[in-house]
């Protein structure tokens, strides 16, 4: 059974920091690529940052410089570090797993909510 695990989520005011984490069980972790989305209230769901197999990375526009991804394969982890939040941050976030050999294969956690306060 795949289960994609997030936690860190929470209140924070903004200027402040947050470190997501997603442990991944049932699936090869390096055979897959992560990403982490958010949705907004009211908005649909985007896609923030991404680190593939090999450890690239990209980011969204609107987090670049202030979000940081990075996985650890011996952990099955794939972490969030969100760092001068903004009230615009305020989202459920979710972890996806791709496999690499195929988009069609993917899976998603349950979400994290993060509330940034101004």
């Known amino acids: 059974q795949v289960r994609l695990v997030e936690s860190g989520g929470g209140l924070v005011q903004a200027g402040g920091s947050l470190r997501l984490s997603c442990a991944a069980s049932?699936?090869?972790?390096?055979?897959?690529?992560m990403k982490w989305y958010r949705q907004a209230p009211g908005e649909q769901r985007e896609l923030v940052a991404t680190?593939?197999?090999?450890?690239?990375?990209n980011l969204a526009d609107s987090v670049k410089g202030r979000f940081t991804i990075s996985r650890d394969n011996a952990q099955n982890t794939v972490y969030l570090q969100m760092n001068s939040l903004k009230p615009e941050d305020t989202a459920v976030y979710y972890c996806?797993?791709?496999?690499?050999?195929?988009?069609?294969?993917?899976?998603w956690g349950q979400g994290t909510r993060v509330t940034v306060s101004s």
């Open positions: 996806n797993a791709v496999w690499i050999l195929s988009n069609s294969r993917y899976y």
């Open positions: 049932g699936i090869r972790f390096n055979a897959y690529h």
């Open positions: 680190i593939n197999s090999g450890g690239s990375t």
